[in-house]
């Protein structure tokens, strides 16, 4: 009991530590971004956007989350009946929660609401998270790659490029020894006491990896990730920036992977200086940039907020309550790897 005492207690203490951490990085990141910033210009650009184009932004983030949604029916399809509209609520209660809780918790609640109504083990709907972002980084890393073909980049991007692929690449090769040797999951956790029930999951994620639509995930998550684009292209023509669909991309390149860690409610300051950050890379004035990256997180993130507030308002709870519930499922999950 003191042992268990003591591991929660760490956990607590280094979870604690590392929302004060993010915080404070966000903190430093907005007053850098608000230095020296004209308010008046701000107000002067917000007037003068091209309110077409921004709707078209507004319009694809939204809709870019349905895919998502589909795609993870696709997903645990060959292990329970999934419909697309139940996967695209809770993806998009998660993204609330990702607005308004720290560390990107919208992604635990997310599966947490799919093992409810689905009847899944937490640990599958996780699992096939994890999945997901294979898929993203793989396809992310492969278009990165070509785009330095035709905009040049930093050396230190490129090399967070082979970087992150070899992580990738690793995940991968796990999951697939998983997915595609079952015999030899199940002779590997049968020797260890606390990895017996892992069995329903090894066999769950055997049956997602032999599937049809297994594959069929891995295709629609190109389309997926490059409909990301679209807000961000499109936004950047209604500020009236002169860049490229390539920049367009490299912006998003680099705001996905500086925001995979755990960061502060809604990505904010970090989010800020990232796409201060990329637009440099263009030689995009400072000022420019700054204010640009305020209205790009505000096109992007209060529509998300919206229907999020939505989907929970449907689910009928609040997510106070399922940020507990989803943490002790988490911890159970932990304790007891068949994550019941």
């Given at each position: 009991m003191l042992q268990s005492s003591g591991a929660g207690g760490r956990w607590w203490f280094s979870r604690r530590t590392l929302i004060l951490f993010t915080n404070i990085v966000s903190i430093a990141c907005l007053a850098w971004v608000f230095h020296d910033m004209d308010l008046r210009i701000l107000v002067?650009?917000?007037?003068?956007?091209?309110?077409?184009?921004?709707?078209?932004a507004v319009v694809s983030d939204i809709l870019?989350?349905?895919?998502?949604?589909?795609?993870?029916s696709?997903?645990?399809?060959?292990?329970?009946?999934t419909p697309v509209w139940r996967s695209v609520r809770a993806i998009y209660v998660g993204l609330f929660a990702n607005e308004v809780l720290p560390l990107r918790s919208g992604e635990v609640i997310r599966c947490y609401l799919q093992a409810r109504w689905s009847e899944l083990p937490f640990s599958v709907t996780l699992s096939s998270a994890v999945i997901e972002r294979i898929f993203d980084?793989?396809?992310?890393?492969?278009?990165?790659?070509?785009?330095?073909?035709?905009?040049?980049?930093?050396?230190?991007?490129?090399?967070g490029g082979w970087l992150l692929l070899i992580i990738l690449a690793v995940a991968a090769a796990i999951l697939a020894w998983v997915m595609f040797r079952k015999r030899h999951a199940h002779a590997a956790i049968s020797n260890s006491r606390f990895l017996k029930g892992l069995r329903v999951l090894v066999e769950d994620l055997h049956a997602i990896g032999n599937s049809r639509q297994f594959y069929l995930a891995g295709m629609v998550s190109l389309p997926f990730l490059l409909l990301q684009v679209v807000p961000v292209y499109a936004l950047i023509r209604g500020y009236n920036l002169d860049s490229s669909l390539?920049?367009?991309f490299v912006l998003l390149v680099i705001l996905r992977l500086g925001t995979v860690i755990p960061q502060a409610p809604g990505n904010l300051g970090t989010f800020q200086a990232l796409v201060v950050l990329s637009l440099s890379l263009?030689?995009?004035?400072?000022?420019?940039?700054?204010?640009?990256?305020?209205?790009?997180?505000?096109?992007?993130t209060?529509?998300?907020?919206?229907?999020?507030?939505?989907?929970?308002?449907?689910?009928?709870?609040?997510?106070?309550?399922?940020?507990?519930?989803?943490?002790?499922?988490?911890?159970?999950?932990?304790?007891?790897?068949a994550g019941g």
């Open positions: 002067q650009d917000i007037k003068e956007m091209r309110w077409g184009w921004v709707l078209v870019v989350y349905v895919l998502q949604g589909y795609r993870w696709l997903l645990l399809s060959p292990v329970a009946p980084g793989l396809w992310l890393v492969f278009l990165f790659f070509l785009t330095t073909r035709f905009v040049p980049l930093p050396r230190y991007l490129i090399d390539g920049g367009a263009f030689g995009f004035d400072t000022g420019v940039a700054k204010r640009f990256s305020l209205i790009l997180w505000g096109v992007i209060l529509p998300l907020l919206v229907v999020g507030f939505i989907a929970l308002a449907i689910t009928e709870s609040r997510i106070g309550e399922l940020h507990l519930e989803a943490k002790a499922n988490l911890s159970a999950a932990r304790n007891s790897p």
